[in-house]
């Protein structure tokens, strides 16, 4: 009985990857940040905005290359990949919030108040895109570590983990879970449900708070006062 269980595992496995954690939210959520980047005026890009969207379509084409075809994995190369991917994205999107609110606070011609409320709405829904994406790749891991049977070493502690009228030993956070605390964080500038365990969870959510309250706070208010 217990041979024939351990053989089955890795078709268990496969099946819980695939129907609880699809990997086409993720690259859909990606291509719809990079969409945001390439709506945005040159004004507000990194040289051009076609240059970090270029690249960060080169590294999602890697993906499947750097990625194991193992339901549980873990790949060096792979992490590394997703890594850059998101940190040239988020630090691209954290230039552009820099430019619109230098812009704002020396009182320069930043085009009119449409164009800085539209920059800043769409600098704000990229942020929330981006850190959902690390929130997703970096707790117990990534996606799949997460999968293993084991408890994994959790940086984000959710309601499922605790709650005793939802709580089930095989639940594991999916990439719709991770968006959902990166939408929060980003409105209340705080965790709400979900609570940051680790450390590096502590300071990502810290990033991603001051990122969206300048957003919010500075760029929209100010455009909004000079609308006309």
Same mark, same amino acid.
Request: hydrophobic share 45%; net charge positive.
């Given at each position: 009985? @217990?041979? /024939?269980?351990?053989?089955? !595992?890795?078709?268990?496995?496969?099946?819980k990857h695939h129907k609880t954690d699809p990997v086409w939210h993720v690259q859909i959520a990606m291509l719809i940040a990079i969409g945001f980047q390439l709506a945005l005026p040159n004004q507000f890009s990194v040289g /051009?905005?076609? *240059?970090?969207?270029?690249?960060?379509?080169?590294?999602?084409?890697?993906?499947p290359i750097t990625t194991p075809r193992?339901?549980? &994995?873990?790949?060096?190369?792979?992490? *590394?990949?997703?890594?850059?991917?998101? /940190?040239?994205?988020?630090?691209?999107?954290? &230039? /552009?919030?820099?430019?619109?609110?230098?812009?704002?606070?020396?009182?320069?011609?930043?085009?009119?108040?449409? @164009?800085?409320? @539209? %920059?800043?709405i769409n600098i704000y829904l990229t942020n929330l895109i981006i850190f959902a994406?690390? &929130?997703?790749? !970096?707790?117990?891991?990534?996606?799949?570590?997460?999968?293993?049977?084991?408890? &994994?070493?959790?940086?984000f502690l959710f309601p499922q983990h605790q709650n005793e009228a939802y709580k089930h030993p095989e639940w594991k956070p999916t990439f719709t879970d991770y968006l959902y605390v990166s939408s929060t964080n980003a409105m209340a500038f705080s965790p709400t449900d979900t609570m940051p365990m680790s450390r590096r969870a502590k300071i990502l !959510?810290? %990033?991603?708070? @001051?990122?969206s309250l300048i957003a919010v706070a500075l760029v929209a %208010?100010? %455009?909004?006062?000079?609308?006309?």
């Open positions: 009985m @217990t041979s /024939s269980k351990q053989s089955n !595992m890795p078709s268990i496995l496969r099946n /051009s905005s076609f *240059v970090l969207p270029v690249i960060e379509l080169l590294l999602i084409i890697a993906l193992q339901p549980v &994995y873990k790949s060096l190369a792979r992490r *590394v990949n997703v890594i850059a991917l998101l /940190s040239l994205a988020g630090l691209g999107n954290i &230039y /552009s919030l820099g430019v619109v609110a230098n812009e704002l606070l020396k009182g320069g011609q930043v085009s009119n108040g449409r @164009t800085l409320i @539209t %920059a800043a994406l690390l &929130y997703w790749e !970096m707790d117990g891991g990534g996606p799949g570590e997460r999968q293993q049977i084991a408890k &994994y070493e959790q940086d !959510m810290l %990033a991603q708070a @001051t990122v %208010a100010r %455009a909004v006062n000079i609308l006309r």
